[in-house]
């Protein structure tokens, strides 16, 4: 298997443009969520199809539409995890502002766990002694915040178990970042403005405070970036890895809520945080040590045409 230097760059930044993301709920008051949510579906449309231009993506995006075409039922599985994606974008949005906030913060937790399990289950990935640890750390942590939450709302159930669905799935078709990201918000878009024109009064309420337009464009631009990263990385790392360094998302959503949301910094919550930080940096360890290893011994491999990559072992 390959690690790419980029793929982890990738993830890391999605990790932190989702932190911003996180605060624009509270930077868009008074407008309720699936208001936010659509405006995003919308802009992040827009920003998109600027990337596509910029990076000239249209004949890989014609590439991938032939390959399809050709298995015509291919399109069901692709169209079923945009859906999937849809409902999770929506969540992410929705759930903080409806007293779901809790429940989103669990669901991510558990995502990692959850692909880490479709990665061992689906695609055989094999897990090294250092991995084995880093996992256990993650899920005593994982453990410990189920206990104090003392639930598993549908909310986390759909956050923890729907996205690995929708990862497996695009690394099945092999879907391009970019042009499967962007053929998502062809579908989602129009169904939001529809939701935007017949049914919210943002545009009442944009009329009368412009300071949300640049909100609006600024939050496509962000989301755009970060889903990109995330994608690129999902197909670029080993899922283990890709899913290990996604906690970097709820551990930030963590320091954010303490610095800006006014969050109590709890024992449970040190405890949770710390039992994962520790799993992640074993895992980031394990990841140097084979980059380090496969530098003087292997060739190196690309990914996307690139050359940062390096061959991963196992212990």
Known sequence: MVISRRGVVAVLTANVLFGVIYLYGS????MLGTDVFAWRMVSM???????MFMLKAW????????????????????LLSTAVVAVNFWIFMWGPVNGYGIDVALGYFLLP?????????????????????AITFAAMGVGHELWVAQSLSWVAMLCCLSYPFY??????????????????????APVAMVYLLVYS?????????????????????????????????????PITLFSMLTYGE????FVLAILFMGAPLTIDAMMTYGMIWLGLS??????????????????????????????????
Request: hydrophobic residues 55%.
């Open 113 to 133: 766990l959850t692909t880490i399990l479709m990665a061992l289950m689906v695609f055989g990935e094999k897990l090294n002694t250092w991995q084995k640890w």
């Open 282 to 315: 074993l895992m980031m360890w394990d990841s140097y040590l084979q980059m380090r290893k496969s530098t003087g011994t292997e060739t190196l491999k690309t990914d996307e045409e690139d050359d940062d990559s390096v061959v991963v072992g196992s212990n």
């Open 167 to 188: 990862y497996g799935i695009r690394r099945h078709l092999a879907v391009p970042a970019l042009v499967g990201l962007w053929l998502d918000l062809v579908l989602i």
């Open 27 to 30: 930077f868009m008051q008074p």
């Open 59 to 78: 004949p890989e995006a014609k590439a991938f539409i032939v390959r399809m075409n050709e298995k015509p039922v291919q399109w069901l599985l692709f």
């Open 45 to 51: 449309l827009v920003a998109l199809t600027a990337l």
């Open 201 to 237: 009064d943002s545009f009442t309420l944009l009329a009368a405070q412009w300071k949300f337009i640049p909100l609006i464009v600024s939050l496509g631009i962000i989301s755009a970036l970060a889903m990109f990263g995330l994608l690129y990385a999902m197909r670029a790392l």
């Open 250 to 253: 709820p551990i930030l959503l």
